[in-house]
């Protein structure tokens, strides 16, 4: 083991070294504060991870669009690079050609990162199983342990949130961008108007379909080309919770008496015609900007399922925020257990950051290392912990997971959040009149005010990320 007494600090421990614990280690090891990074794989593997080495990508090679001007992952990759992300640092070392996206040499990419690790002198790397809460003494920790927690570590996370709060499965339905749902054809109803806890009577959007269509879409669902479950994961799915394409294939009613059904609604542009069947939407997020279609939990893979879900009248342009999908996840109920620091409210000084908090994708993973590794070394340090404004990409994916998702009142006590990847619907909206048509330009169109909006608001969120890490503005643009 390496002496780390080269620092006045005790250490901060991370279990768990995969994307967000390695960053997370990384970050606080670069604020001068030692960290123990305790990772079981060398001692007992994963169902997934093939090597021992850390940070190991799991399945595709790809960190998604390095286009930090008007794409949502992209402007995460540009302020984690701005933020001295070690992930990212690696990544662009290993990049192999990918057109606009970010791929990487996997084993590169990951030999990088665990060489890097293992050579800094504040860390120490010790391969081993923690199958309990951190013990007392490790008055800083984080827990980083990922998709495929393994299952002591698991339970004892689950005894101390509560069995409910700790999920195995996660069963995600698509996720639409409001402004993409035409309002002419949907209508905005709860139904039979109830008003429930915080609602208005109005809480849903609604998609009205006539017999023909629904059993267009009803044939479209069945024919639907889907991912298949990896033999460890199991088939997940119970009663409560089947991928819409199952309930399809049991009979050509089910989804009419299921999450279809049009009871207790009446379509506002139509009111004396009955709709067939009915797709419903949820307000997702406080800001307003995302809806989740209701029951859609799905395995058809994601081409077929923008296809066959833009036949639902109303959907006709909707734009997904994210797809459907249903995984063995091991995540936590991130808005109820977490404070804005990622803190456990329970257990002051313990952190949960990656995948485990509630985000999806290894750049999402790997940002809420980036984030959890800079606040515990500012405690450590007696500093005041810095959050990012919500205004950047750091910050809104902080913000979603930490509250910013909405709970659903109509079922109280069933959990609504689900895994979440960066997107621009998690930003807040510009300030009124910011978008305006060129000078010059005579077609200025939905289209065109969409990618301006992005573009700005990727702008803005560099700007104040830069702000935010106290570096040069300049270092915004070129990263
Ligand atoms: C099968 C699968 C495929 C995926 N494919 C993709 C994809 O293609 N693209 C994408 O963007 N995202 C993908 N994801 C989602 C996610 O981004 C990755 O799982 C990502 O690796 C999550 O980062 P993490 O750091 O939170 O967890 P991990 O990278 O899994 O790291 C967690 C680490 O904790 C260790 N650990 C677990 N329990 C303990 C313990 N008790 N004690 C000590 N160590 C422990 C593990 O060995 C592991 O090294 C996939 C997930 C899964 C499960």
Known sequence: MKNSSSSSHSPIHVIGGGLAGSEAAWQIASAGVPVILHEMRGVRGTDAHKTDSLAELVCSNSFRSDDATSNAVGVIHAEMRMAGSLIMACADK????????????????????????????????????????????????????????????????????????????????????????????????SRYDKVGPGGTGKDYIN??????????????????????????????????????????????????????????????????????????????????????????????????????????????????????????????????????????????????????????????????????????????KGEPVLLPPDTTALGSLLNHITGGHIVNDEEPGKRSFQPMNINFGLFPELEPGSIQRPEGVKRFRGKDKTIMKRQLIAKRALKDCAEWLGVAPAMAESA
């Open 94 to 189: 290993h990049q192999v050609p990918a057109g606009g996206a970010l791929a990487v040499d996997r084993d590169g990419f990951s030999d990088a990162v665990t060489q890097t690790i293992e050579a800094n002198p504040l860390i120490t790397v010790v391969r081993e199983e923690i199958s309990g809460l951190p013990p007392k003494e490790w008055d800083l920790a984080v827990i980083a342990t990922g998709p495929l927690t393994a299952p002591g570590l698991a339970a004892a996370i689950q005894a101390e949130t509560g069995a409910d709060s700790l999920a195995f499965f996660d069963a995600i339905a698509p996720i639409v961008y409001r402004e993409s749902i035409n309002m002419d054809v949907c209508w905005y109803q």
């Open 207 to 380: 998609c009205p379909m006539d017999e023909a269509q629904y059993n267009a879409f009803v044939d479209a669902l069945i024919a639907g080309d889907t991912v298949g479950f990896k033999e460890w994961e199991g088939t997940p799915y119970f009663d409560g919770c089947l991928p819409i394409e199952v309930m399809a294939e049991r009979g050509r009613e089910t989804l009419r008496h299921g999450p279809m059904k049009p009871m207790g609604l009446t379509n506002a542009h139509n009111p004396t015609v009955k709709a067939y069947a009915v797709v419903q939407l949820r307000q997702d997020n406080a800001l307003g900007t995302l809806y989740n279609m209701v029951g859609f939990q799905t395995k058809l893979k994601y081409g077929a399922q923008a296809e066959i879900f833009r036949l639902i009248p109303g959907l006709e342009n909707a734009e997904f925020a994210r797809l459907g999908g249903l995984h063995r996840n091991t995540y936590i109920n991130s808005p109820t257990l977490l404070d804005r620091s990622l803190t456990l409210k329970s257990r002051p000084g313990l952190r949960f950051a990656g995948q485990i908090t509630g985000c999806e994708g290894y750049v999402e993973s790997a940002s809420v290392g980036l984030m959890v590794g800079r606040f515990a070394a500012a405690e450590r």
